[in-house]
């Protein structure tokens, strides 16, 4: 197995088969940076890059986002991870010399993380079988829990780009109508358990991104909380689907981990019945054995509770299916463009991914070590969600994404 010569717990999220990419900041050097993470140490790349560690000098691990690192395309990605993987394991390698770790290598614990990408546009998915069907019977029974296209097309909308904040953001508790002439601060705000991933190259306006040449589009993935208001969006997204009720905050996670270092834990997703046409039929391993939580912490509990646990290889519709279809129309996918994959909900009532399914729309609320109950998130709770992939020896992990809900700001006007 690959070893550092940096030491890293077994279970930690960030070995060296990691290595995923965030911004982050200190406060010796204010400016938002490029870095990686292994064990509990953050690397700056705008070191390395300056002392021509990667064979020649790029100049973009010194920006504020990964955008133009994004830009540069598969070949240049992987060139920087084995460039990054030989420095961390080699035995003679520059990152050993005292002098040199002192400038580039900085604790975790004294590094402030940054939205690692600036984000044009935002597309969530509702990729989940389990979760579409558990919806749809709440609203429609069960002979017509799913839609006639779901089967079909991986039916997605368009989100908000710029509501999406980072881990350890509050989330204020949004108002809006919830019945005619009923204008409330919601009463049924929820999270939502997903998986976000990142486009690094893009196309040109008109020319799709065919199914077998997506996953060279994709950079990589991020830990995704698209809080939602239930009870805002019952009465606001017929004909047309979600806005108000999704456009005040989603959360991601700060590091980035690439596809490369997903690879290995690609699995089969689930088998696709009726078969896909053919714009959207892959033949190879789709879906991703990626270990997914939530814990729940109240203002009175001294610790979280884990109330979820999923996976995402139950996926129904793939990231590949995904973006081939978003673009089969011409539409244009640009650098750092983000799409959420929706709920991922397992077959299990605890593998559900979201309060209205966990608490089945209110009616089973869930029950919390120290007496309380919840059927949806109130003022004070934070949610927080974990995901990793285990390996033999170490996992490849997200970190975590978690949010604080404060109270809904007053009203000037109602």
Not at 213 to 230: C, V
């Amino acid at each position: 197995m690959l070893k550092s010569f940096i030491e890293v717990h077994p279970e930690s999220d960030f070995p060296i088969q990691n290595l995923p990419y965030g911004v982050f900041s200190t406060k010796a050097n204010p400016n938002p940076r490029i870095g990686t993470r292994i064990g509990g140490v953050a690397i700056d790349l705008s070191i390395l890059d300056e002392e021509n560690l990667f064979g020649k000098r790029h100049g973009f691990f010194a920006d504020a986002t990964l955008n133009r690192f994004m830009s540069a395309g598969r070949e240049v990605w992987r060139e920087i991870r084995q460039r990054l993987t030989g420095l961390l394991s080699s035995d003679n390698s520059p990152l050993k010399d005292e002098a040199m770790q002192s400038r580039v290598f900085v604790s975790v614990e004294e590094i402030q993380m940054h939205l690692p990408v600036a984000i044009g546009d935002y597309t969530d998915f509702y990729a989940s079988r389990e979760h579409a069907t558990n919806v749809g019977i709440m609203f429609r029974g069960k002979e017509n829990a799913l839609m006639p296209n779901w089967l079909y097309l991986p039916v997605g909308y368009h989100g908000r780009a710029s509501s999406v904040v980072i881990s350890g953001a509050d989330v204020i508790r949004p108002r809006g109508q919830v019945a005619p002439h009923e204008f409330v601060a919601s009463r049924s705000l929820d999270f939502e358990l997903e998986m976000g991933f990142f486009i690094g190259a893009g196309n040109n306006l008109g020319e799709p991104i065919s199914i077998e040449n997506a996953r060279e589009h994709i950079f990589g993935m991020t830990l995704l909380n698209d809080w939602s208001a239930r009870d805002i969006q019952a009465w606001e997204y017929q004909p047309l689907g979600p806005f108000l009720a999704k456009n005040f905050a989603t959360t991601i996670s700060p590091w980035v981990v690439t596809m490369d270092a997903l690879e290995p834990f690609r699995v089969d997703g689930p088998t696709q019945d009726p078969a896909p046409l053919p714009y959207l039929t892959i033949d190879s391993a789709n879906g991703y054995d990626i270990h997914l939580e939530v814990t729940l912490q109240t203002p009175a509990m001294d610790a979280p509770q884990t109330i979820s646990r999923s996976n995402m290889k139950h996926l129904y519709w793939s990231m590949e299916q995904m973006l081939a279809h978003h673009t089969v129309t011409g539409c244009n996918m640009r650098t750092g463009d983000l799409c959420g994959t929706g709920t991922i909900s397992g077959p299990t009532e605890d593998s559900y991914g979201s309060l209205l399914e966990l608490t089945w729309r209110g009616e089973k609320p869930i029950a919390l070590p120290n007496g309380e109950a919840r059927k949806f998130l109130q003022d004070g709770d934070t949610v927080t969600m974990k995901g990793y992939c285990q390996g033999d020896g170490y996992r490849v992990g997200f970190g975590e994404v978690t949010g604080k809900i404060l109270p809904a700001l007053a009203d000037r006007r109602r």
